[in-house]
């Protein structure tokens, strides 16, 4: 009997040991520091803002800072840079005159020219300074000569990867509110004040972030209060935030990352079929899913915008019957169109990431309403797969179609040729306007060229443009300032983000 | 002893041989080209010249046998490539994760111990008992309990809803406790079930009976014999609980964040980061070969009877 | 004892066939189409058109736990039917007639068994892709192994077995004694090997489900529905609870039954089991 108590005494006090824990509660220090959380893969594996998508997050955490910005009315103003003007090929750059990087030293022109300079080469996300000629003149003044003039250039110079920097093997400064403390690759990363800080007081002591792969975890961590902030909720984090405005406050800004699918012309000749399915799929319906992260759109790019004012057929399952019809198909037994015992079968081809996953179910069950029988077909990396291979007959995706608040980014992409001109869209029209857009200047006129194109693409039944997600900011209350009415994504920590305990 | 030793490491060559040839070939076969692969990693969208470049300097245009080869050598020598996502040699990546994760791997067996020895002997003792069947169901209920699902009710129990533990383990010793918990929760299932089973064979030996006409107390016989002669058979669980720590750590570290193993081959699998991924099914199947063998040679050191044939 | 014994073997099989039956006759018993979505029914509670409520794309979460069993029981079934008659077959030749083709099949036989089960399941499933039939292949890969040694252990040593000896000498062909004495020595072995299989690869699945590398979309599968819904744990927990339920207890019950055939046939497994 002696062993028994031994062995339950062994037991309790081993289960003793494991809670005891948890006694010590978590102790919060005087500091001001927010703890942001971030979803995306390989967030922090450089410093070295031209390096993969690294600049992305240099800047979300208010460490790095570039030339030009976006505004929360999705226009290009100056941040570093004073003022630009354009003569044909060469743009004239005035930097402020009052920037300091974090350790005192100026800003010159020369240290942005070579910061420029090494981001133009280096940069795969932004090839658009490849081939350009980048000068200082002056102590404040540089020069951007391109091949071709350059319309955007203000536009593309808000690009994170063009964040000024001085880089010295793996060490960086930047301009930001604040500097790096420690730096844990892929991992983790800490920033404090920046005290030589240009641009006002900071009002934060330091700032977190932590890489966190899987999304349910962010979430949870957020409602356990280990961390403060983050962008990009799930459907259900979004009922239990908005169901606690207490404890959560939750803001969203329409934003520019849509989700549109393109359809294999090779494969679907007909272009009443096209039309058919662009029918079938109900935008409003995909929202509803996506309850309160997305709006519908009709075109590329927001209705509000400049560029937003294309038409299109609206959903009419009725409709799309009709045309399938009349291409003289008929319904089978299984409820499906089929001539001569082939029915119409679809491959959706698609990848889980942003609730691409939920969206294609969908998609497969209103094409089923309009007849049409749909399978799915998921890829882990749809750039090395479909987009490459053209294996599909609707190939969904996601893309920021509105980076540098301008239409040609996009366009150029899914029009100009390359990796996501996919399924075979070809037209000389819309290719021609696209080189007029690449030049064009006035910018009501570039609206005007960009609303031209998308409607090639429609008319041509090419495309589905379906929805635009929201940038969607958590906080916990008392979170303040995180850049939340700001459309752009990668604007977060600020100089005034501020939290209280 | 030390022949069978010898003989139990001439043994492994071909094993390894095996290991090597199939980590290779898997890899060999999944990355496709594993240039273009390596610059869709790195950011760059590739065009043929840059992809020819890269293969001439990875040596993708040697034939299959000799990159094999070269693989291997590699490999011997400690040398596993380097991470197509940031540049940094593999063997360094795993060997810091490896430590990451034996700390949360060893927690998690002496916790499974020390819960499944006071259980798997007690519900021995009282087989057929009500406590008997009430530990069995446990054991199978704990058996039947997909791990990530355990993780995450454990989360929401202990984080959101008691606010005890963080959910980020983070380096504390408090955001431990919970991964340690539900990696160790389906081994306990295990370690009681076979513990158990141990001990009511260990029972139904002559001693025992003897021991218990001769009046010798329970506690006694318990300790001296029952428990000394279920050593082997424990230390044989433990050695194979091995693999299902090192696969329940992919699931929980990523789900708890902890920067071990599990953590780095789920980031590289969604980064297509092969090199890495090749290196980790090598070191768990070298691991995993080598506490085999330990504990074969721990058995046969532990077990007089069996003798070297 | 021997009738407790019966007791508990009839008890499991009942509840196994039970289960079995019950996903059989899922497609007459479910009350909606399992993969109907509906925007504006999404997340509701259950009542009585969705006994178990909706999920996050408003389809009956009864109607895919049952369309489920199929996916889940079935394919692990199957898996483990074609494991164990692939690898005693492998095994058994090996053992009967050796020579250097046994020495091959068994040093590749020792390199599969030297990485753990999962581990090199879920390499040859993210080589092979998403996609039911990839994981059940990667499972299937790893899980043969065990089958094969154990046959091969039990024939080399039933070779030197008088009566297998006396069928020789008596001129019965290599299929006549392998299929008349050998077999239906070592079936019990693999039979209780077996049984004890079908839930590990049932959580083998849904394991591969959570690493995004078991069924595709739309089709259900209660590991895959457990891990897509485990975000709503919080906001509709009988989208979770359900299938991890009738995902345990099946599991469950296929363990049972496994040691109950077990205790009833009086078979030890050395070290296969433990694994």
Redesign the interface.
């Given at each position: 009997m002696k062993f028994k108590k031994a062995l339950s005494l062994l037991l309790v006090l081993c289960l003793l040991c494991t809670v005891s824990g948890c006694s010590h509660s978590s102790a919060s220090s005087d500091s001001k520091t927010i703890r942001i959380g971030d979803l995306f893969a390989n967030t922090y594996t450089s410093l070295d803002p031209a390096q993969d998508s690294c600049g992305w997050w240099t800047v979300t955490l208010g460490i790095s800072e570039t030339l030009f910005r976006i505004d929360d009315n999705y226009t290009v103003v100056p941040w570093l840079a004073e003022s630009a003007a354009s003569d044909g090929n060469t743009w004239t750059i005035k930097l402020r005159n009052n920037v300091v990087f974090s350790d005192g030293t100026p800003l010159t022109a020369e240290i942005a020219a070579e910061s420029l300079s090494h981001a133009a080469v280096t940069s795969s996300s932004n090839t658009s300074l490849a081939d350009a000629e980048i000068k200082a003149v002056d102590d404040s003044t540089l020069t951007i000569t391109t091949a071709e003039p350059l319309a955007t250039m203000t536009n593309e110079l808000t690009s994170p990867a063009y964040a000024i920097a001085i880089l010295d093997g793996d060490s960086a400064l930047f301009t930001g509110p604040f500097a790096v403390t420690d730096f844990d690759p892929g991992v983790s990363i800490k920033a404090s004040r920046n005290d030589h800080y240009w641009n006002g007081k900071v009002t934060l002591d330091g700032v977190e972030g932590t890489y966190v792969a899987d999304a349910d975890t962010l979430s949870l961590a957020f409602q356990n209060g280990e961390i403060d902030a983050f962008i990009g909720p799930t459907t259900n984090d979004l009922e239990i935030f908005e169901g606690d405005p207490d404890t959560y406050q939750v803001v969203s800004t329409p934003a520019s990352r849509l989700y549109y699918y393109y359809l294999n012309l090779d494969r679907l000749p007909e272009k009443d079929l096209r039309a058919a399915i662009n029918m079938s799929i109900d935008s409003d319906a995909i929202c509803t899913l996506l309850s309160g992260l997305a709006s519908p759109t009709a075109g590329a790019y927001g209705p509000d915008t400049a560029y937003g004012g294309v038409t299109r057929n609206s959903y009419d399952p009725d409709a799309a019957k009709k045309l399938i019809e009349g291409l003289g198909y008929t319904l089978d037994s299984n409820g499906y169109y089929a001539k001569d015992g082939q029915e119409i079968e679809l491959d959706i081809a698609y990848y889980a990431a942003r609730s691409i996953d939920k969206i294609v179910v969908l998609m497969q069950e209103q094409l089923k309403a309009a007849g049409i029988k749909a399978s799915l077909t998921v890829s882990e990396d749809p750039d090395g797969t479909y987009l490459t291979t053209h294996d599909f007959d609707i190939g969904v995706y996601c893309m920021i179609a509105n980076p540098s608040a301008d239409p040609y980014y996009f366009l150029n992409r899914v029009v100009g040729g390359g990796l996501y001109t996919s399924g075979g869209f070809e037209d000389a029209k819309a290719t021609e306007l696209l080189s007029e857009l690449y030049t064009e200047t006035d910018t009501s006129q570039r609206a005007e060229l960009a609303v031209e194109i998308q409607q090639i693409i429609i008319d041509d039944e090419a495309m589905g443009f379906m929805a635009l997600l929201n940038k969607t900011t958590c906080m916990r209350s008392g979170v303040k300032n995180c850049s939340e009415t700001n459309p752009v994504s990668y604007y977060f920590i600020n100089a005034d983000t501020d939290i209280n305990s | 002893m030390l022949k069978y030793i010898q003989k139990r490491l001439l043994r492994l060559i071909?094993?390894l041989?095996?290991?090597t040839?199939?980590?290779f070939s898997?890899?060999y076969?999944?990355s496709?080209d594993p240039a273009?692969?390596k610059l869709?990693a790195?950011?760059?969208?590739p065009d043929d010249a840059a992809l020819e470049a890269e293969r001439e300097e990875m040596g993708l245009n040697d034939p299959f046998i000799i990159r094999y080869g070269k693989w291997l050598v590699g490999f011997l020598t400690g040398d596993l490539g380097e991470s197509y996502?940031?540049g940094q040699p593999v063997s360094g990546l795993l060997w810091t994760a490896m430590g990451k994760t034996a700390a949360v791997a060893v927690c998690a067996l002496a916790?499974s111990l020390?819960?499944s020895?006071?259980l798997g002997?007690?519900s021995a003792v009282r087989q057929n008992t009500f406590i008997d069947y009430l530990v069995r169901f446990l054991t199978?209920?704990a058996?039947?309990?997909?791990?990530?699902?355990a993780a995450?009710?454990l989360?929401?129990l202990f984080?959101?809803k008691l606010?005890?533990?963080?959910?980020?383990a983070k380096d504390s010793?408090?955001g431990l406790?919970l991964p340690v918990?539900a990696l160790s929760l389906p081994i306990t299932g295990?370690f009681v079930k076979?513990i158990r089973a141990e001990i009511l064979e260990q029972l139904g030996e002559g001693y025992v009976t003897g021991a218990q006409a001769r009046g010798v107390?329970?506690?006694t016989y318990?300790?001296r014999d029952v428990l000394h002669n279920s050593m082997l058979a424990i230390i044989?669980?433990i050695g194979?609980s091995?693999?299902?720590l090192?696969?329940g750590s992919?699931?929980i570290e990523?789900?708890?964040?902890w920067?071990g193993v599990g953590?780095l081959v789920?980031?590289s699998?969604?980064?297509?980061d092969y090199p890495v991924?090749q290196g980790f099914?090598i070191y768990?199947?070298v691991i995993?070969?080598m506490i085999n063998l330990l504990t074969d040679i721990a058995y046969r050191y532990l077990d007089p009877r069996i003798t070297d044939s | 004892m021997k009738n407790k014994k019966n007791l508990w073997l009839r008890i499991f099989l009942f509840l196994a066939a039970a289960i079995i039956i019950l996903s059989l006759f899922s497609d007459v018993l479910m009350p909606n189409d399992p993969n109907a979505t509906n925007a504006m029914r999404i997340k509701e509670a259950p009542s009585a058109e969705y006994p178990f409520g909706t999920d996050d794309l408003g389809r009956c979460v009864l109607s895919r736990v049952l369309s489920g069993s199929k996916t889940s029981i079935f394919c692990a079934l199957i898996l483990v039917a074609a494991t164990a008659v692939f690898g005693s077959a492998a095994g058994m030749l090996c053992g009967y007639y050796g020579g250097a083709a046994d020495s091959i099949v068994m040093r590749i036989i020792d390199g599969i068994m030297a990485f753990p089960q999962m581990v090199l399941a879920i390499a040859v499933a993210g080589m092979l892709g998403g996609g039911m039939l990839n994981a059940m292949l990667a499972l299937g890969f790893a899980s043969w192994t065990p089958y094969a040694r154990l046959a091969r252990s039990r024939v080399i040593a039933l070779k030197r077995e008088e009566f297998v000896l006396a069928a020789r000498i008596s001129g019965c062909g290599d299929g006549a004694v392998i299929g008349g004495y050998i077999f239906p020595n070592i079936f019990p072995s693999l039979l209780t090997y077996a049984a004890t299989q079908v839930g590990t690869i049932m959580l083998g699945f849904a394991g591969l489900s959570f690493l995004n590398l078991g069924v595709q979309q739309p089709q259900a599968e209660w590991g895959s529905m457990i891990s897509s819904a485990r975000g709503m744990l919080a906001t509709a927990p009988w989208a979770v609870l359900y299938p991890a339920l009738a995902l345990i207890v099946s599991v469950m019950i296929f363990n049972y039954l496994g040691d109950a055939i077990r205790d009833r046939l009086d078979v030890h497994l050395e070290s296969e089991e433990r694994r």
């Open positions: - | 071909p094993i041989l095996v290991i040839f199939v980590t898997l890899m076969l999944a496709g273009q692969k869709v790195q950011g760059i969208v996502s940031n916790l020390v819960i020895l006071p002997i007690w199978f209920f058996n039947a309990v997909p791990s990530f699902l995450l009710l989360i929401y984080c959101i606010k005890w533990f963080p959910v980020l010793f408090r406790v918990i295990k076979q107390r329970q506690s318990m300790i044989t669980v194979f091995v693999g299902s090192f696969v992919v699931v990523s789900i708890f964040q920067p953590k789920m980031d699998i969604t980064a297509r991924i099914v768990i199947a995993y070969v | -």
